[in-house]
């Protein structure tokens, strides 16, 4: 703790910030966490509709999903190690080759959902509400939870973006390199929570 | 917290990380396509939590950072298990 | 130490010249304590507008039959009375202007850990302030819900709930990034020689009130917007008929908001400490009893939510479960009440206004705290559920509680964070007058919620008249001593550096700088080498 001689102004903490990421994550990890709770009591309560419900969804669609995050969640990481190791240029792409594989989950999620509106199953649509209170609650927390973790594709994507144009302007770099590891940290969350949201929907059997 | 130097993760680690996760994923896939009953969903969650830890420690740096990082994790998750087993009180038992 | 000589001051906080003058230097400011100001402000003007509400629907209340207002206002002026003084009050509370105020300078740094991510959450703060502001005048009126937006009314009713409910979602996102600031600033920032356990006892109470607003405050946010996403989307998360399950919106929602209780209570606790500390010229009684207890209240008030539901339908053993959790919560709130007690005990106590707010604040806190073994218990609860008695064991835990504790901080602190006195003996008169008036307003609710008397309605039995009676006097004298108090406050005079620096003999380092402090408080980051309440022997 030798800080007191900075100014205020610029005195910066990579420590401070890297557990002030980690508090955010707990937060996004409780927010999350309010959603597997009402999943895990409606799943209790409609066993039957959710597992017969969970079949309309295409595992394999799901499976290439998971593969593609825990790919990018390699990727991100490897970027840290290429930005602590001084290689500027790999660090690009692989930070790039990050975001393409977001966008490609993007994607994939858009065809997903896309199909599933196209089948008329969309929260207050006239088929799903003459299905059974099961079926509405899994599609209800389907499109909920997929896609406010979509919203947080995007979000992390942008924070990538920003991460990728600061270490190209040489801001953030081997000596400074908070905002990509946060970055990474929030990409891993999304990771996680997706790692969960797998089983939960496309598995149930 | 001491700010001893960074812990730099190789490129092989790495991959070896990735290549455990896509396994575990695979056999999450292949024993939920298997009639186990409720194990079915236990298994399911008990990969899925494996793999978590794994995402935790490695890609996000838990196991080579500070103890107080580990610590917090894990009070959260703590607290919130026990929230949902308190929910689960009332379900379990309503008439 | 740092020295306070008035030989070489440097310009206070309040008349320090940055990049921007006037307004500007106020609302584009990153300076703790500039925002700390800006908290104070906004909350005062909400709990002013919040009072207002209050006295009307005491004046409806004044006799049975409609006086002043039909039902339909009568509903939406108590749902938009407690949506104020809740979010827009008493959850940024203590926290978010003394807070942010004290916690640099008390644990010796220059400012927050995010100077910017503050300003940022003041802004938040304001925009679900307007957004529910917004949702007030705008639509289908205003909502009528009541503050908790139960469903599955919250999904039916006609009134403009959506914009309410999504205000009171980006000032939970205020409140979660002022958690996080001050929980990596009391771990980053601390002082040299500024061990966790040489911190003072506020700073501790605000740890555990910070931690809460992290982990329980995302979980209502959720619940927050499955509502808004029921309500234009047709999901049905919680509307019956859809399959959802509205205890399971009671249980999402209290999970937040009994924590946030303790977001309320825990700095106010952590204040009273701080003075009675003060004025009893020793040292604490039991500083790790007291710091440990905030951590204990905040985990163990994080599990007991399901107190609030026991005649919603729940099983038998998560009543009795949560019965239970909940008097365990009574243990570390005694344990705060016993050791302030032994602090006192052969002090010499210096008798000025904070002190007696804080004797107002343990003598209130305590009747709150005593009738809420009432509620706690399942029996007697289903005898008093929704009646007027949770009304009145509510306000006397937050109004009485942390409301008062609010005043006695701002009356602690006056002379630190703005270098003036106001007229003590106003202030004692102050404090006379509502602690008459809280009283009187309030305890003849307990009486009235034992005699069956239910909560939300505008009109009542005739055998209820007297003592509404008595209790709309009660918030009249109420509401005036809170005006004396006020101008009092806002008529006080500028002393000496000498007087100012420290009035009240007090040991902690916002004490050991000048009054105001100047920008970066310090000239030079202390070093810590002793307890926090040692007594200088000099």
């Known amino acids: 703790m030798e800080q007191q001689h900075v100014a205020h102004t610029d005195h910066f903490d990579p420590v401070a910030s890297k557990l002030g990421m980690w508090l955010f994550i707990f937060t996004e990890i409780l927010l999350f966490g309010g959603l597997f709770i009402v999943y895990s009591v409606y799943r209790y309560k409609h066993p039957v509709e959710f597992h017969l419900a969970a079949e309309e969804l295409d595992v394999t669609i799901g499976l290439i999903n998971t593969i593609i995050l825990l790919i990018s969640s390699m990727t991100v990481a490897m970027s840290i190690t290429a930005l602590q190791l001084g290689n500027k240029k790999l660090t690009l792409i692989l930070l790039g080759t990050t975001g393409l594989l977001a966008l490609v989950f993007l994607v994939n999620k858009y065809f997903e959902w896309g199909a599933k509106i196209h089948h008329d199953i969309y929260p207050g649509s006239e088929f799903l509400l003459s299905l059974s209170k099961g079926d509405m609650l899994f599609f209800g927390l389907y499109f909920f939870m997929t896609g406010l973790h979509a919203l947080h594709i995007i979000a992390g994507l942008a924070l990538l973006g920003v991460a990728f144009f600061k270490v190209k302007n040489g801001s953030v770099n081997k000596d400074r390199i908070s905002l990509l590891e946060n970055g990474g940290l929030y990409w891993h969350l999304v990771d996680l929570i997706w790692i969960f949201l797998f089983p939960l929907f496309y598995l149930i059997h | 917290m001491s700010e001893h130097k960074n812990h730099i993760s190789s490129y092989k680690s790495q991959i070896v990380v990735l290549l455990t996760l896509i396994v575990l994923t695979v056999l999450t896939v292949t024993i939920t396509s298997v009639h186990l009953g409720p194990f079915n969903t236990a298994a399911a969650m008990l990969i899925a939590s494996v793999k978590a830890t794994i995402v935790l420690l490695y890609f996000m740096h838990l196991k080579f950072d500070e103890k107080i990082y580990r610590f917090m994790v894990t009070l959260v998750l703590a607290i919130y298990a026990v929230v949902i087993i308190i929910t689960f009180f009332d379900y379990l038992y309503r008439p | 130490m740092t020295g306070n000589s008035s030989t070489h001051r440097l310009p206070s906080y309040l008349e320090y010249q940055g990049k921007y003058t006037g307004i500007r230097s106020w609302i584009l400011s990153t300076d703790h304590k500039r925002i700390a100001l800006l908290y104070l402000y906004s909350q005062i003007f909400f709990f002013l ?178 509502v808004v996403a029921d309500r234009l989307l047709d999901i049905g998360f919680f509307d019956p008929a859809k399959g959802g ?44 009893a007291i710091a440990m207890s905030s951590l204990a209240i ?199 550096p000498e007087e100012m620096d420290n009035p009240w003999g007090g040991r902690t380092l916002e004490w050991t700088i000048e009054s105001p402090p100047s920008l970066e408080n310090f000239e030079e980051i202390p070093v810590i080498d002793r307890e926090p309440y040692e007594l200088k022997s000099k």
Request: hydrophobic share 55%.
């Open chain 3, 49 to 226: 507008a919040g009072l207002v509400m209050g006295l009307f629907m005491k004046l409806e209340l004044i006799a049975p039959g409609q006086q002043i207002m039909g039902p339909q206002a009568y509903n939406a002026l108590f749902t938009v009375h407690g949506l104020t003084m809740i979010f827009l009050f008493i959850i940024p509370g203590l926290a978010a202007s003394f807070g942010n105020f004290m916690i640099p300078i008390m644990i010796g740094a220059k400012d927050v850990a995010f100077p910017k991510l503050n300003l940022f959450s003041w802004y938040l703060f304001i925009a679900g302030a307007v957004i529910i502001l917004v949702g007030i005048f705008s639509g289908d009126g205003p909502p009528d819900t009541g503050w908790t937006f139960y469903a599955p009314y919250s999904l039916k009713t006609n009134t403009n709930v959506v914009l309410s409910v999504f205000g009171a979602f980006v000032l939970g996102f205020s409140s979660i990034l002022t958690g996080l600031n001050f929980i990596v600033t009391i771990h980053r920032m601390r002082a040299p020689g500024m061990g966790f356990f040489r911190m003072p006892l506020f700073i501790w109470s605000l740890y555990g009130t910070a931690w809460i607003q992290l982990l329980a405050t995302p979980v209502v946010g959720i619940t927050f917007l499955m």
């Open chain 3, 298 to 496: 905040a985990f163990v008030g994080y599990l007991v939510w399901g107190h609030h539901m026991f005649t919603s339908g729940m099983s038998e053993t998560a009543r009795l479960i949560f019965s239970f959790l909940t008097f365990l919560v009574a243990i570390p709130s005694a344990i705060k009440v016993f050791n302030w007690t032994a602090t006192m005990y052969k002090g010499s106590i210096s008798l000025e206004p904070p002190f007696w707010w804080a004797m107002a604040f343990i003598f209130i806190f305590m009747i709150g705290g005593l009738t809420g073994l009432i509620l706690g218990s399942v029996s007697t609860d289903v005898h008093v559920h929704d009646t007027m008695f949770v009304v009145a064991h509510f306000h006397y835990i937050v109004f009485g509680g942390a409301g008062i504790a609010f005043f006695a901080a701002l009356h602690y602190w006056y002379p630190k964070m703005f270098g003036k006195m106001y007229n003590k003996k106003i202030a004692n008169w102050g404090l006379i007058g509502l602690f008459v008036g809280f009283n009187t307003t309030y305890l003849p609710m307990f009486f009235l919620g034992f005699m069956g008397m239910p909560r939300r309605y505008y009109d009542y039995l005739p055998q209820f008249a007297d003592l509404n009676l008595l209790s709309t006097v009660g918030s009249w004298v109420m509401a005036t001593s809170l005006l004396l108090v006020i101008v009092n406050l806002l008529r006080a005079k500028k002393g000496t």
């Open chain 3, 245 to 288: 399950d509205p205890v399971l919106y009671q249980h999402l929602f209290w999970i937040y908001s009994h924590p946030a209780v303790y977001i309320m209570i825990l700095p106010a606790m952590g204040a009273i400490t701080e003075i009675i500390v003060t004025f009893s010229r020793r040292t604490v009684f039991g500083y790790k």
